[in-house]
């Protein structure tokens, strides 16, 4: 289950052009259960999901290095015989630059495409009506 609760999030904040996308979403969704975002166009759903995207990730970073950690995996280097401990530093500057550049790549991933249409002229856009 992963439940949301007042997700808010704001572009250009404290500023007078500040848009808020996203603002106090509450949403459970349950494992194995569909679940339909829907909305007219510039609502917030794209930006909901990269929000949950963003923090699933972070989650899941930080749970397979503990993980890796507190199993005591090992390997066996090449030229050895003896078998290596693998540790995985828990290292918060890593995890931080991990959770900024899905963000930055997320808004990329929607901000060009758009950008790119919006230089076309209203026919090409919309094609031939």
Not at 84 to 96: A, E, K, N, S
Request: aromatic fraction near 4%; charged fraction near 15%; proline fraction near 6%.
């Amino acid at each position: 289950m992963l439940e949301l609760t007042q997700v808010t999030k704001l572009y250009h904040e404290g500023q007078p052009n500040e848009v808020a996308a996203v603002r106090d979403v509450n949403l459970i969704l349950h494992m194995r259960q569909g679940t339909v975002l829907e909305g007219p166009s510039g609502s917030g759903k794209t930006s909901l999901l990269t929000l949950i995207g963003c923090g699933l990730g972070l989650l899941i970073t930080v749970a397979v290095r503990w993980a890796i950690n507190v199993g005591h995996v090992s390997y066996v280097p090449p030229n050895s015989v003896s078998p290596v401990q693998l540790l995985i530093d828990l290292d918060p500057g890593r995890i931080i630059f991990t959770f900024v550049l899905m963000g930055v790549v997320g808004t990329l991933a929607a901000l060009l495409p758009a950008r790119r249409a919006a230089r076309k002229p209203i026919i090409d856009a919309l094609g031939h009506v």
